[in-house]
């Protein structure tokens, strides 16, 4: 039996307040959209917000979401879409994911 390969999405807190994140975990259990590579040996293990700006708290969280396993972290369709209020800060937490040896994938749902 393969080893799971281990994802996470991180969300803007700001669109969190409205948004339960159906639209992406639709997508990865449909494995369509920006989840269309995956198969069933791929577990979402971590879903979180940003923590708000800057973004603070995906530093504290990218050692702890290494230690669980986890090799990819999607950035939301909400952080990078026109349709939502643009993410300031977008580049810093994708550096701070990529710093911490963790790949990024832009996009979950559109």
Same mark, same amino acid.
């Given at each position: ?16 307040? #409205? %948004?339960? *994140?159906?639209?992406?975990? /639709?997508? @990865? ?10 198969? !069933? ?7 979180? #917000? %940003?923590? *708000?700006?800057?973004?603070? /708290?995906? @530093? ?10 986890? !090799? ?39």
């Amino acid at each position: 039996m393969p080893d799971n390969k281990k994802i996470a999405v991180v969300r803007c807190a700001i669109v969190a307040e #409205t %948004c339960p *994140g159906i639209g992406c975990f /639709r997508a @990865f259990n449909e494995k369509t959209v920006a989840f269309s590579d995956y198969d !069933e040996n791929t577990e979402m293990t971590a879903f979180f #917000t %940003c923590g *708000g700006c800057a973004g603070r /708290r995906v @530093f504290r969280l990218a050692r702890s979401l290494k230690k669980h396993g986890v !090799e990819t972290v999607h950035l939301s369709s909400c952080m990078q879409m026109e349709i939502y209020p643009e993410c300031p800060h977008v580049d810093s937490i994708r550096q701070t994911l990529e710093n911490a040896g963790i790949e990024v994938v832009e996009g979950t749902h559109h």
